[in-house]
């Protein structure tokens, strides 16, 4: 006899006794039940559908995968940009200071030598403002 997927046992439960047999019976009833129930070509059409899901699955895998490859890309140009960026404004930055500091000096002169005339534009700032 040939054991179903349920039995658990190598050998036909027939052998086992009368309670094995009983049980065993019953195993088989079910078995029979559950085969009669599923049909062939509904079991083939589940594997066609899980086939045509698999490779749906697969192309949207590969159009991510170009996706990030794009990306990465964009990402690699972009921080070349950024870099460049970043550098023009540190540049920027120095020159800025550099005038700044200019401007800090000249005014020092100038108020060195004519600290009166400072006194008076310092006055007329204040009150406009």
């Known amino acids: 006899m040939k054991n ?3 039995c ?6 027939r052998e086992l006794g009368k309670k094995m047999a009983y ?3 019953d195993n088989a009833q079910f078995c029979s039940n559950v085969r009669n129930v599923t049909n062939r070509d509904d079991v083939t059409a589940i ?6 899901m698999l490779q749906n699955l697969e192309k949207s895998n590969q ?3 170009n996706c990030n490859r794009i990306a990465e890309k964009q990402q690699e140009i972009l921080l ?13 930055k120095k020159d800025l200071n550099s005038i700044f500091s200019r401007i800090r000096n000249l005014k020092l002169k100038l108020q060195s030598r004519s600290s009166e005339s400072w006194l008076v534009v310092g ?3 204040e009150k406009v403002t």
């Not at 594997?47 to 045509?52: L, S, T």
């Open 123 to 125: 006055e007329t700032h």
């Open 80 to 92: 070349g940009r950024i870099q460049h960026h970043t550098l023009v404004l540190v540049d920027m």
């Open 63 to 65: 159009m991510l995968l």
């Open 47 to 52: 594997i066609k559908e899980q086939k045509q």
């Open 4 to 6: 179903c997927f349920f």
């Open 23 to 25: 049980v065993s019976t």
């Open 8 to 13: 658990v046992c190598e050998t036909s439960c």
